[in-house]
């Protein structure tokens, strides 16, 4: 079992940055895809970006140019780093990994854009 650990959130101004990490309890480099999701109250869960173990990436267009997902095998720890932050990136943020058919989930971090 894959155990994900998130941190970086917090509360930030419109137009600052914050870099979201995801530490997993075991090596990353045969987890096909991880990925950063987002949930704000009373709204499904949607996918912010996702990258593959051949580092392939996707992103959710609200966040293209943005956001960048980068994974880093040797600290079996994935990446989000966010920029040009806006009032509605304001969510808790989820680390995903898919291995084997089975998703994993961390707790979530909590990111609050505001002035």
């Known amino acids: 079992q894959v155990q994900l650990v998130e941190s970086g959130g917090g509360l930030v101004q419109p137009g600052g940055s914050l870099r979201l990490s995801c530490a997993a309890s075991?090596?990353?480099?045969?987890?096909?895809?991880m990925g950063w999701y987002r949930q704000t109250p009373g709204e499904q869960r949607e996918l912010v970006a996702a990258?593959?173990?051949?580092?392939?990436?996707n992103y959710a267009d609200s966040v293209k140019g943005r956001f960048t997902i980068s994974r880093d095998n040797a600290k079996n720890t994935i990446y989000l780093q966010m920029n040009s932050l806006k009032p509605e990136d304001t969510a808790v943020y989820y680390c995903?990994?898919?291995?084997?058919?089975?998703?994993?989930w961390g707790k979530g971090t909590l990111v609050t854009v505001s002035s």
């Open positions: 995903n990994a898919a291995h084997r058919g089975i998703e994993y």
């Open positions: 075991e090596t990353i480099f045969r987890i096909n895809i």
């Open positions: 990258v593959s173990s051949g580092s392939d990436t």
